[in-house]
């Protein structure tokens, strides 16, 4: 497992010693989302999720992602905690690191790597690249993932994902729609394939999310390997 990283102790150190205030305060956002395998929807789970970012300086933030997944064929919860320090260089572009744990039953997968995003061409681009260790194996996480604005409120959403561990590769690609109320939640639905190896499993997902703040949510979202390949 990683060891406590200066990242991480910077990331805490920073949240312990600013005080929780109006003024600090970017962005959240709350939100749920129902995974399921299209031949058996009993292989999936039920995502709830909350984040929180504050700003340190104009241009620099720290944020917290927490995850919990209900697994349906299995008899355990998994929890994702991720810590995130962003850096904005312009009002279109933010630059950051992660460190991530998945708790579960059997132990934890900690997450370590860099992340970045932007609006490329009137939409929003985002990607990013880390390590992985699960106690046994050390491996690499690594995706990208856009939203392209149709009108109307509507936005065409694409992502692929795929880790490295243990000698295998686990890829997710998706695409997808969202909506956005005006002054409520932002729906979305996704269609895509998980390849483990030689097999390869159709998915659909289903969620909501809502966004507060000033910036209207949270800069980027949490990184389990759950949200590559459920069930791992």
Known sequence: MYHKTALTAAVMAVLVSTPISAQGFVGAELGIDVFAFSDDTNLGYTTYSGSLEYGI?????VAIDLSRYGLNSLDENVNNA??????????????????????FNRGSI?????EGGAEVFGGDLEGFLGRIDDGTDTGT???ISGAYPL????????????????????TRA???????????PNLYGQIGTIDVGATNETFFSLGATVALGSQRGTTFGSRSLLDIVPGY
């Open 57 to 61: 300086t104009r241009n620099f933030d």
């Open 141 to 143: 996480i690594y995706g």
């Open 82 to 103: 991720t810590l995130h320090a962003v850096y904005h260089p312009s009002n279109t572009m933010s630059v950051g690191a992660f460190f991530g744990r998945d708790y």
């Open 174 to 184: 998706a695409l997808g729609a969202q909506y956005g109320f005006d002054r409520g």
């Open 110 to 114: 900690d997450s370590l790597g860099i």
């Open 151 to 170: 009108g109307g409120n509507f936005a065409a959403t694409g992502e692929v994902k795929a880790a490295d561990i243990g000698g295998n590769t686990l």
